[in-house]
């Protein structure tokens, strides 16, 4: 299982960037696929997930309205749209999945997935 985050950069407050996930060795359909964040000293954010086998989504209440996250079955690939990004959202950004646990087991458990690789870091400054 691999998975590899993509889509990073700088950007101004107010600003858009999407995140890509490309996985490997299992299908997005399948498995929940989360977002986690870590942001300089503090403690991993569980951001938001989407469930396998169905297109629910999950959403941290910090990110709620601003940030929608999608899947593409046939690049295998999921994909997070961040707006109006904020200072705040300045992070590391980790997408991961696990084989038991699911987006239901909550933001905790989102972070705590056991597979996730390198992630993409994104600046939000003017």
């Known amino acids: 299982v691999q998975l590899q985050a993509s889509g990073g950069g700088l950007v101004q407050p107010g600003g858009s960037l999407t995140l890509s996930c490309a996985a490997s060795?299992?299908?997005?359909?399948?498995?929940?696929v989360a977002w986690f964040r870590q942001a300089p000293g503090k403690e991993r954010e569980g951001v938001s997930c989407?469930?396998?086998?169905?297109?629910?989504?999950y959403y941290s209440t910090s990110v709620t309205g601003r940030f929608t996250m999608s899947r593409d079955k046939a690049k295998n690939t999921v994909t997070l749209h961040m707006n109006n990004l904020k200072p705040d959202d300045t992070a590391v950004y980790h997408c991961?999945?696990?084989?038991?646990?699911?987006?239901?087991?909550?933001?905790?458990?989102?972070?705590?997935?056991?597979?996730w690789g390198q992630g993409t870091l994104v600046t939000v400054s003017s």
């Open positions: 060795g299992f299908l997005v359909d399948f498995y929940s």
């Open positions: 989407i469930s396998g086998m169905d297109d629910s989504t």
């Open positions: 991961a999945t696990d084989r038991g646990k699911t987006c239901s087991y909550g933001e905790t458990a989102w972070t705590e997935f056991s597979f």
